[in-house]
């Protein structure tokens, strides 16, 4: 800018002298030449003695000399020959910029007299400058869902030559997305414009490299190129995708410890940057199985929360989602199958119990009612129920899960009065678990021995002691009834011993006429005086629905009122069980037309 303005300053300081000077002297005549920049030193441009008509001989005599109006020199005179020659090279771009034509002006001037010629020289263009990029490479971001048809304005490159030498032309490397465009701007330069032809995909190219060229209209044409970096930027167009559609199946056992990993699942999302970043979750699940499972958001794991148990839930469905960082989202499920594992032993429920039960009570009479269950699945689940196989007892499968143990034969007390029986139940699984209930069946007495031994029936015994010696020590007992009573005739009723204290029952006793009668026992030493203590003696008497009233009375048929036979328990306070009800028996049946079995139950088995 500096030496062009410094150039028009000096050009106009020149031309106002030619103006002052041409007013004056100057001739019409103005003679035109023409050269090609650069051309070597001394090249002949004309000759100009001939041109202005002038002879060569004027030419040292009067002084002849050229002067430019940029008062360089460009040009030289032969004054022998009178040729124009060039004094330099002549850069067009330099003296002209890009003004066309480039002319440059100068005088002859002559002496005696003074005389001016004007003439121009007219400097032309070569093709000696190609065109150029300011820089090396040009960086443009596009975002992959930019629409076809997008024009994007390019730098344009520049070329100091002129007309057709400068830049005519503008092309692209061959790609598929895009090509240019070339737009006239007002002021006669080109710009270059990429115009996209084809969609973009970052996930399928996330960066093209082009090259740009520039070309002029020389010939040959010269060119200039730079580089066009073209970044696809991503747009969040991809939703993630599980790997497993639609479920990922997968099987625990149900003692699976917590913390231990269930499934592992994993997405994928084509786009990049944040849009690409996954974070999974549950979605829309129950509390079940929140409180169960959890899951990592980053890795996708799930793992364990809590225990499992077969059963309680044998299966789940768990929703899953992944969220990419634009909130689109893809989902899946897992289903979880709790596998069962043998973990839980066979149950026995006892339903009912009877116990005692009477001696030579008919077979197959039911003893217990229990039924067994095991929580397990399939062979976990399978039982198989036993006993020992000594004992007079049969199991009997019932209904479903419900079995039955009954007597195999009539059983008797004065052989055996009192039975351990073990149910076993055991299951099929791995390991094989077995629950065991033991079970204590006593068997009751029934009057199945002579009758009439009733009036010698031993019903316990008194003992007191003394702690003297001898005579003093020898105790004698003695019944204290009360005054007679005709409901009661006790003295006919029971008996002692006097020197044992054995008591006995005299006659058969009716549960129906006397529930329980008491009396007095005296235990008297021998000594002199005699002492004595006095205890109170309380008998219960039991119902019992025997089935032998033939053995007491005269042969009875089934119309006949029942007569029953009476077991007894005698009991003293001290005598009782703790925790045991101090008689079994149930009340008789009314109208008892025909005697059922004996069904007395305790509280307890082994009362
Ligand atoms: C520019 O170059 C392209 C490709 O070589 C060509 O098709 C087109 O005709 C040229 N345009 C001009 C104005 O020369
Ligand atoms: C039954 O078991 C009890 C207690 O274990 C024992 O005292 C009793 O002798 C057993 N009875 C029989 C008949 O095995
Ligand atoms: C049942 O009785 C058997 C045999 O007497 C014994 O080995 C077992 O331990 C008892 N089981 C239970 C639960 O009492
Ligand atoms: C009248 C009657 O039926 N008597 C019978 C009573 O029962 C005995 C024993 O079962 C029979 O022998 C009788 O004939």
């Given at each position: 800018m500096e030496i062009k303005g410094e150039l028009a300053l000096r050009k106009r300081q020149v031309l106002i002298l030619f103006v002052l000077l041409g007013l004056s002297q100057a001739g019409p005549e103005s003679v035109l030449y023409s050269v090609a920049e650069e051309t070597e030193v001394g090249s002949f441009v004309g000759n100009l003695a001939r041109d202005l008509g002038l002879g060569v001989e004027e030419l040292s005599s009067r002084e002849a000399r050229v002067v430019s109006d940029d008062n360089e020199k460009h040009l030289q005179l032969?004054?022998?020959?009178?040729d124009l020659l060039l004094n330099e090279k002549l850069d067009r771009e330099e003296l002209c910029g890009s003004t066309e034509p480039c002319v440059l002006h100068f005088q002859m001037v002559l002496e005696n007299p003074l005389q001016f010629f004007r003439a121009e020289l007219h400097v032309k263009d070569i093709n000696d400058h190609s065109p150029m990029f300011l820089d090396k490479q040009i960086l443009i971001k596009i975002s992959e869902s930019t629409s076809i048809g997008t024009t994007f304005l390019l730098e344009s490159a520049q070329d100091l030559?002129?007309?057709?030498?400068s830049l005519q032309n503008y092309t692209i490397s061959p790609n598929s997305h895009f090509y240019i465009k070339i737009r006239d701007s007002s002021d006669g330069k080109l710009y270059p414009e990429l115009v996209l032809d084809r969609a973009l995909d970052h996930e399928e190219e996330p960066e093209l490299t082009l090259t740009l060229t520039a070309l002029d209209g020389g010939s040959p044409p010269r060119s200039g190129t730079t580089l066009v970096l073209i970044k696809v930027l991503d747009i969040n167009d991809n939703a993630p995708q599980f790997f497993e559609r639609p479920v990922y199946e997968v099987q625990v056992p149900e003692n699976s410890p917590v913390d231990s990993l269930v499934v592992r699942v994993s997405a994928t999302d084509l786009d990049a940057g944040i849009y690409g970043e996954l974070s999974y979750s549950f979605s829309h699940v129950s509390t079940d199985i929140r409180k169960t499972f959890e899951i990592h958001s980053v890795s996708g794991e799930i793992h364990l929360k809590a225990l499992l148990d077969f059963e309680l839930i044998q299966s789940y469905t768990i929703n899953i989602q992944a969220i990419d960082g634009g909130s689109l989202s893809g989902k899946s499920a897992i289903l979880v199958q709790v596998v069962d594992v043998n973990d839980n032993a066979p149950e026995i429920v006892m339903t009912s119990l009877t116990s005692p039960i009477p001696e030579n009570s008919s077979p197959e009479m039911v003893v217990a009612i229990f039924s067994v269950r095991d929580q397990d699945a399939g062979d976990n689940g399978r039982m198989v129920c036993s006993i020992q196989d000594d004992l007079p007892f049969l199991l009997k499968p019932t209904f479903k899960n419900f079995y039955t143990l009954v007597t195999e034969v009539p059983l008797d007390r004065e052989r055996q009065a009192e039975y351990n029986i073990t149910i076993t139940v055991t299951d099929l699984g791995t390991p094989r678990l077995k629950t065991q209930l033991n079970l204590t069946v006593t068997v009751s007495d029934v009057?199945?021995?002579?009758?009439?031994n009733s009036p010698a029936l031993h019903i316990g015994s008194v003992s007191a002691t003394d702690r003297d010696a001898g005579a003093n020590a020898q105790v004698t007992y003695s019944l204290l009834l009360p005054p007679h009573d005709p409901h009661l005739p006790l003295a006919s009723l029971v008996s002692i011993?006097?020197?044992?204290g054995q008591l006995f029952a005299l006659r058969a006793l009716d549960y129906e006429a006397l529930q329980a009668f008491e009396f007095g026992v005296r235990a008297a030493d021998r000594g002199s005086p005699a002492l004595s203590s006095q205890a109170l003696v309380r008998v219960l008497v039991v119902d019992d629905n025997d089935n032998a009233p033939f053995v007491l009375y005269p042969l009875q048929n089934g119309s006949a009122p029942c007569t029953e036979l009476v077991w007894w328990r005698w009991t003293a306070t001290r005598a009782r069980t703790p925790g045991c009800r101090t008689s079994c028996s149930r009340p008789r049946s009314p109208g008892c037309s025909a005697c059922g079995r004996t069904t007395a139950r305790c509280a307890r088995p082994g009362c």
């Open positions: 032969d004054l022998l020959t009178g030559d002129v007309g057709t030498n009057n199945d021995n002579a009758p009439n011993n006097a020197d044992n």
